[in-house]
């Protein structure tokens, strides 16, 4: 059975002794590698990194189509009027309740 292989990349770092020191009792500590332990670590660092970029591009994004949509409003296409006109009639019967109705 043959089994996939994965391209590799390698990835060094010149660091002080007692930086190695440090990441070494870290990843025993976690019962990892040294190499397993800081390529989790700068794995999860890259994720939330990107996640927050992420989040704050597209919020940006959101809100800024949000407040122009809220300036420069589509009219209502069909299917929303009917809805509408659903809605007021439902309101006139006394089906639903509401104290603030639009244009009622």
């Not at 800081?38 to 591009?57: N, S």
């Not at 940006?60 to 296409?77: G, K, S, T, V």
Request: hydrophobic share 50%; glycine share 4%.
């Amino acid at each position: 059975m043959a089994m996939a292989t994965q391209e590799r990349g390698r990835i060094t770092a010149r660091v002080p002794a007692v930086l190695v020191e440090k990441l070494q009792e870290a990843a025993d500590l976690s019962g990892a590698t040294l190499n397993q332990f800081v390529v989790q670590a700068a794995l999860e660092k890259a994720e939330k990194v990107i996640d927050k970029e992420h989040a704050l591009r597209f919020s940006a994004e959101d809100a800024a189509m949000f407040i122009d949509m809220l300036d420069n409003p589509r009219p209502p296409n069909n299917a929303m009027a009917r809805a509408y006109e659903r809605y007021k009639a439902k309101l006139a019967n006394g089906i639903i309740r509401n104290s603030v109705v639009a244009g009622a």
